[in-house]
């Protein structure tokens, strides 16, 4: 399975951006769905995900300002990023994996698909 993710940009502080990702097929059974990001010079850092059940969670730094979802019929998911600063620069990427416990969603050896990533950039 390849993701596909899209919606970057660059956008000026306290605005707002979705990112949207495709898989390139179906995607059967109980999967969970993240995204991720990554800054220059810096770690991939876990930003929000959604199992399958609907439960989500989010990094502390996004808490509030960002909404993952997910439409299972559409099979799509999304990031609704709003309040952005320009800490949120980074480039983002979607990631999907099955059987995954909600204590290690965060973690970025969970996931077994990963998309190629869409650059955000909030300046002014």
């Known amino acids: 399975v390849q993701l596909q993710a899209s919606g970057g940009g660059l956008v000026q502080p306290g605005g707002s951006l979705k990112l949207a990702c495709v898989p390139s097929?179906?995607?059967?059974?109980?999967?969970?769905v993240a995204w991720f990001r990554q800054d220059q010079g810096k770690e991939r850092e876990f930003v929000a995900a959604i199992r399958y059940s609907g439960h989500s969670t989010y990094a502390d730094s996004v808490k509030g300002r960002f909404t993952i979802s997910r439409d299972s019929a559409k099979n799509t998911m999304s990031l609704q990023m709003n309040s952005l600063r320009p800490e949120d620069t980074a480039v983002y990427y979607c990631?999907?994996?099955?059987?995954?416990?909600?204590?290690?969603?965060?973690?970025?050896?969970?996931?077994?698909?990963w998309g190629q990533g869409t650059q955000v950039t909030v300046s002014s």
């Open positions: 097929r179906r995607m059967s059974g109980s999967y969970a």
């Open positions: 990631a999907a994996g099955s059987g995954i416990i909600y204590s290690s969603l965060h973690l970025s050896g969970s996931y077994a698909y």
